[in-house]
């Protein structure tokens, strides 16, 4: 995996708009990824981001690209918290919370749901899709919408827009590091 995935599926997130993102890539050796992910975290670090494997399926890795401190002031909401808890995550601890969501990922087929809370997805959203079983939204961009359409919109425009300046910033030379905002 490369620093240009990072950028072409994190750039909200290292923008500073969102508090995290996901994406799956490929390795050959786990030793390969697990010093990619020690150079990149060297490098976010120092601006408010972390880098984790949240799952390993067979050369394929689920990464984690969040901001701790935005993370948990998502969690301090009373919405979250509850979609949060109702789901067995110990609210109280982030760190917890995110190792939780891992047991669950290597442990259950689909995604959890409650996953949106951790990529910083409106928790009204978040809860439309685990009770409607992901049916009868309002619109689908980043995430399905159950609440603010036009807000959702305006953001999956500004996350839109945030990746193509990023990958055209970084394929003029720009490097990441550069173009991490700090939290």
Known sequence: MSEEAIIRHCSPTLANLKTGSMFSGTFSTREELNGNIRAWNSILHKKGL????LKYSGHRALIYVY???RLEQDFQGSQCKAILQKS???CHNCSLCIAKLMKKLRTQNDFPHEIGLFLGYPPEDVKGFIEHH???CKCVGYWKVYGDVEEAERKFEEYRSCTDRYMKNWHDGISM???T???
């Open 50 to 53: 972390r880098v984790i494997p």
């Open 67 to 69: 901001r701790p401190v």
């Open 181 to 183: 905002v700090m939290s």
């Open 88 to 90: 067995g995550y110990p």
């Open 177 to 179: 590091e550069q173009l």
């Open 134 to 136: 992901s049916k009868d």
